[in-house]
């Protein structure tokens, strides 16, 4: 039996998904129409292809004013994710929500930062807030800023995640490379976070900065080094495992 590849999640089932949701909240949905649009589109096209489909589809078929589809889109959400897994088992079809608020919610900023912020205590917003975080950078750090005290996890870890200047299969985030100390401040307000969810995410993090600012993320972690708690240590240890595996002195030492 042939394993299933992940757009194999993205097509017409999605659609039916998708569709019985939103029906059950908004009556008026035309979730015949929407299916069979899905339908038609999506057989030859690749993953990111298909998570688009839906994305403009649902534009198509929501209504036209974003601020009411966006209410009616954020109601399907269902109970937060406790659990620091299932964002892409058991809220994989949240996929096309945080999709739609990243291509068309830029005009209503701080409604889509709040949405993101709903979004990815089931899914993901790490990709959505990119955009965010490049037209208004400020603005952006002030909500992570405060993400990063939130109680729940989801959040905090979203406030460095989606700072990662090389978040894999995202575009690269240049924006605070010359200057990290914005970025830094968050960091260091999770770099004893109890979550090992945040704790890679702020490991990874570092590991990312390592690449563009080698001298100065190591001077950071140097510094961390000097803790005692536990999951600075973990985040030190973690964030050097590559350069530890290459045999760099200097990244062994820091971790005896």
């Not at 939103?22 to 929407?34: E, L, Q």
């Not at 959505?128 to 950078?137: E, G, L, Q, S, V």
């Not at 985030?173 to 979550?195: N, W």
């Amino acid at each position: 039996m042939a394993t299933m590849k992940v757009k194999d999640w993205f097509g017409e089932n999605l659609a039916k998904i998708l569709a019985e949701k939103i029906k059950n909240v908004h009556p008026a949905f035309d979730d015949k129409s929407y299916i069979k649009s899905i339908r038609k589109a999506y057989e030859p096209l690749e993953y990111k292809e298909r998570m688009a489909l839906h994305t403009t589809e649902l534009q198509k078929h929501l209504p036209e004013t974003y601020t009411d589809a966006l209410e009616i889109l954020l109601q399907i959400l269902g109970p937060e994710n406790p659990e620091e897994t299932g964002m892409f088992t058991n809220y994989w079809w949240v996929g096309p929500i945080a999709q739609y608020v990243e291509t068309y919610g830029m005009d209503d900023y701080d409604t889509s930062m709040k949405a993101i912020y709903q979004i990815t205590k089931r899914n993901t917003g790490e990709f959505a807030i990119r955009p965010y975080i490049n037209k208004k950078p400020k603005a952006a750090l002030k909500y992570m800023k405060r993400w990063a005290k939130d109680k729940n996890f989801h959040p905090r870890r979203l406030a460095s995640e989606g700072l990662r200047p090389r978040l894999p299969w995202a575009q690269k985030l240049t924006l605070f490379l010359d200057e990290p100390e914005p970025v830094m401040e968050i960091l260091e307000m999770l770099k004893e976070d109890e979550s090992k969810f945040v704790q890679k995410s702020v490991a990874n993090h570092m590991g990312d900065l390592l690449k563009d600012r080698h001298d100065y993320a190591f001077g950071v972690l140097k510094q961390w080094a000097k803790s005692s708690h536990p999951s600075t240590k973990w985040i030190v240890k973690h964030a050097l495992r590559k350069p530890i595996k290459e045999g760099n002195e200097a990244a062994i030492k820091l971790v005896q």
